[in-house]
C-alpha cells in the first residue's frame, strides 16, 4: 500500500496545496490503494528528514527547503515523489 503525505487546511478535507491535489489525482486515475497521512506544515522538515526525504529546493541560506507532497511505498520501502512512475509505470 502507498502511503500519500499531505499538508491539511483549516477547511477539514481540503488540501492545502494544488500540486498536492496532483498527485492525488494521479493516485486516483492510476486506482492505486492509498492511504492519506496529514503532516502539518511547521513539521514538514523534520518529517522529511527523519524519512530520508531529500529537500525540494535550497533556501537563499544554503539550507535545504523541505515541502510536500510525499510517497512512501510500503512495498519498496521508498520515500519519495516519483515513486508512482518508477514502480506502476507512465500511463498518463
Not at 493516485?27 to 496529514?38: C, D, G, M, S
Not at 522538515?45 to 527547503?65: L, N, S, V, W, Y
Request: hydrophobic letters at 30%; proline letters at 9%; glycine letters at 6%.
Amino acid at each position: 500500500m502507498l502511503t500519500f503525505y499531505d499538508i491539511p487546511s483549516k477547511v477539514p478535507g481540503q488540501a492545502w496545496s494544488p500540486t498536492n491535489w496532483k498527485v492525488r489525482f494521479v493516485l486516483n486515475y492510476k486506482q492505486l490503494e492509498y492511504k492519506t497521512e496529514w503532516i502539518e506544515y511547521p513539521d514538514i522538515e523534520a518529517f522529511c528528514k527523519q524519512h530520508g526525504i531529500p529537500p525540494t529546493a535550497t533556501k537563499p541560506d544554503g539550507t535545504g527547503d523541505y515541502t510536500l507532497p510525499a510517497i512512501h511505498d510500503e512495498k519498496t520501502g521508498i520515500y519519495m515523489a516519483d515513486t508512482i512512475e518508477n514502480e506502476y509505470g507512465s500511463t498518463l
